[in-house]
């Protein structure tokens, strides 16, 4: 006897794709599996380690934890579309390079799209802010530091492309 497959459409970095899923198949598999977006790692499976972590409607989820069948009618954004429109790092992205907040890799996309959301919500975090942001995710290998100062080094380059178009109210008057 055969799964029964659901047939889904997701927008996933601002591209509509499709798949057949079962009912029960895992968003971090449907990404990695069923649409060859490898850039999501799944490590615990258990929605512990923060890896598997992808933007839901701009906000931070385990997608080791929600059913791809779930995600229909939401707009994912992983790892791979954090990158700007002509292919360049994103301010996340190129903070952790310079800040050396990576070192094996397999953290890093959930920290990348964590922070991604977190900058959104405060742009200008203080130290522990900073730390703050970071402490759902795991990383067995740099000792957090070079991560926290890739958040606040993050911050500082989303601040410095603002124009004064896109800047606050409170910012354009001074």
């Known amino acids: 006897m055969s ?34 977006l490898t850039g999501t790692h799944v490590g615990c499976e258990h929605g512990v380690c923060g890896a598997c972590t992808v933007l839901v409607d701009g906000r931070p989820v385990r997608a080791c934890l929600m059913f791809a069948v779930s995600a229909v009618d939401t707009e994912i954004t992983t790892v791979e579309g954090l990158t700007r429109e002509d292919g360049s790092l994103g301010p996340v992205q190129q903070a952790f390079a310079e800040c050396h907040g990576l ?53 500082e380059i989303a601040r410095a492309e603002e124009t004064p178009s896109e800047a606050r109210p409170e910012e354009v008057s001074r």
């Open 103 to 155: 070192q094996c890799g397999f953290c890093t996309p959930g920290f990348l799209t964590t922070v991604t959301a977190c900058l959104r919500e405060n742009p200008d975090p203080s130290h522990e802010e900073a730390r703050e942001m970071v402490a759902g995710n795991l990383c067995r290998c740099t000792g957090y530091q070079n991560i926290v100062k890739a958040v606040e080094r993050a911050a």
């Open 3 to 36: 799964e029964e497959l659901h047939r889904i459409r997701l927008s996933v970095n601002g591209v509509t794709r499709e798949a057949e899923v079962p009912a029960r198949r895992l968003l971090s598999d449907a990404l990695r599996h069923d649409l060859g």
